[in-house]
């Protein structure tokens, strides 16, 4: 193992991440709330500390392997989170433990959604546009931004890439890591302005229509009030939140084709997307009908607008709420908990297992239903009409033993903090698949709960977050020979 380039790599991974601290300087001087001292000191000893971790390797020159990549993912998400907890712990307006304020930054970071917070309508107008950012970043992950900037720093990034993308394909979009990198980002900063500005258009100001683009391109869920999007009761607000939790939910890749043919019926020629569609489309059929059938909302029209909304921002694994559908019948939150398993597509910024694993299950399952049926019968499991290899097949089902192990460990885990079942099954769901809200004691935010499962939790988000073996091989003793 090479230390030297993983300090390296992660010291000027931390000086780049020391500068988001200064956005939030320039919002808390616009509104005058006193809060700029705490994101100066948490500038200060960010750099410091990155500068610190660089400058003993700053003449490094090894070249990185896909070990050293594959640390330096991990651990700059862990030791990201941790320097993010700095203004949350120096704020005036917060009395935070450092247990609540690093699982509020992994929260934000891995785009989870799950909250300590509470009062959030009274909170420093920079708390509030830094817990929005922290998603924004993590959304398309700070990896793939450092993926660009690097090489201009004379650190290649290939391993950070292979070890940080999502999903099944590796394909780069264009023939350089930096140019792929820099297509995504403006693909993502491209949405992040559209939405800010239709949601302005649809009555927010601009200060929440910045904020709630950033969770919403990010599939974050954080918002700046304790009632999220439910606290503008605006059907122009949620179609907006609606059309782009909808888009990022989208291989960014399949968005970047789009763009380039300036065909939009690319997006019907991807496997991937129709069933994606099929599941967002399943889903607000079965939550709207039963709301309306079950009397539940006399008015077809509520019925189907807070079904619509509620479908797509748990599926999606966004997580807003326009309105408390815990409290809806039994069967309505467990089902969109259960949409949540399969949730966005690879190469979005959503959580889940994934659409496409999803698909190549459902279709292997067939195809052992059919070769029951005929034993002697070539049956080739396709994917955008191409052959899928027995390789891609094993490593979907890898993964998913490996999320069923993790997921059981964790809900288990849970229980011995004392969590009840409905909470604990819920809260495991809301980290692992990088949802946010939960059921039972976790269904209005997590402060409510011990340390130790706020720290159990923490690490089922980052386990969501890079897709479970990014971070479980970093346990097996196989990785640390050197």
């Known amino acids: 193992m090479q230390f030297s380039i993983v300090f390296k790599t992660i010291g000027l991974l931390l000086m780049v991440f020391s500068l988001t601290q200064l956005p939030p300087v320039i919002v808390d001087f616009i509104y005058a709330q006193n809060e700029y001292k705490s994101f100066v000191t948490a500038f200060t000893l960010t750099l ?55 699982f509020e930054s992994m929260s934000g970071l891995t785009t989870t959604g799950a909250t300590v917070l509470s009062g959030l309508d009274d909170l420093p107008k920079a708390i509030l546009y830094y817990r929005q950012q922290l998603q924004w970043l993590g959304g398309m992950g700070i990896i ?3 993926v660009a900037i690097l090489p201009m720093l004379g650190v290649g990034g290939m391993e950070l890439y292979h070890a940080e993308s999502s999903g099944i394909s590796k394909d780069r979009l264009t023939p350089k890591l930096t140019q792929t990198a820099k297509a995504l980002w403006k693909i993502y900063i491209s949405f992040t302005i559209i939405c800010a500005i239709g949601y302005y258009l649809a009555g927010m100001d601009w200060f929440d229509a910045i904020g709630h683009s950033y969770s919403t391109v990010a599939i974050g869920g954080f918002s700046t009030h304790d009632a999220s999007i439910g606290y503008f009761d605006s059907v122009a607000i949620e ?143 396709k994917l955008n009409q191409k052959s899928v290899s027995e390789a891609v097949l094993v490593s979907v089902w890898g993964f998913f033993s490996l999320y069923v192990v993790a997921f059981v460990i964790i809900m288990i885990a849970l229980m011995f903090t004392g969590l009840d079942q409905v909470t604990a099954f819920s809260a495991t769901a809301a980290s692992i698949n990088n949802l946010g809200p939960g059921l039972g004691d976790v269904a209005a935010n997590y402060g409510g709960i011990s340390d130790a499962s706020k720290w159990t939790l923490s690490f089922s988000m980052l386990l969501g977050r890079l897709e479970i073996l990014t971070l479980m091989v970093l346990l097996h003793k196989a990785f640390w020979r050197f």
């Open 144 to 146: 793939v931004l450092a």
């Open 239 to 381: 179609s907006v939140a609606i059309i782009f939790m909808l888009l990022a939910g989208i291989n960014f890749s399949l968005h970047f084709f789009v763009w380039q043919k300036k065909n939009v019926f690319t997006y019907t020629q991807d496997s991937e997307f129709k069933a994606y569609i099929f599941v967002l489309i399943a889903s607000i059929a079965l939550v709207s009908i039963y709301l309306f059938n079950s009397g539940y909302y006399q008015s077809a029209d509520d019925a189907f607008r807070f079904g619509i909304f509620q479908s797509v921002s748990i599926a999606t694994t966004t997580g807003f709420a326009s309105t408390n559908f815990s409290l809806w019948p039994l069967i309505l939150p467990v089902l969109l908990i259960f949409s949540s398993f399969v949730g966005a597509c690879a190469g979005s910024t959503g959580g889940g297992i994934k659409v496409v694993r999803m698909l190549l299950m459902f279709k292997l399952a067939m195809k052992e239903i059919k070769k029951f049926i005929h034993p002697n019968a070539q049956i080739n499991i």
């Open 48 to 102: 410091i500390s990155g500068f610190i971790l660089w400058v003993p390797f700053r003449k490094s020159k090894k070249d990185f392997r896909i070990r050293e990549g594959v640390l330096v993912v991990v651990s700059f998400w862990f030791v990201l989170s941790i320097f993010a907890t700095t203004p949350f712990l120096l704020s005036t307006s917060l009395s935070m433990s450092f247990s609540d304020a690093f």
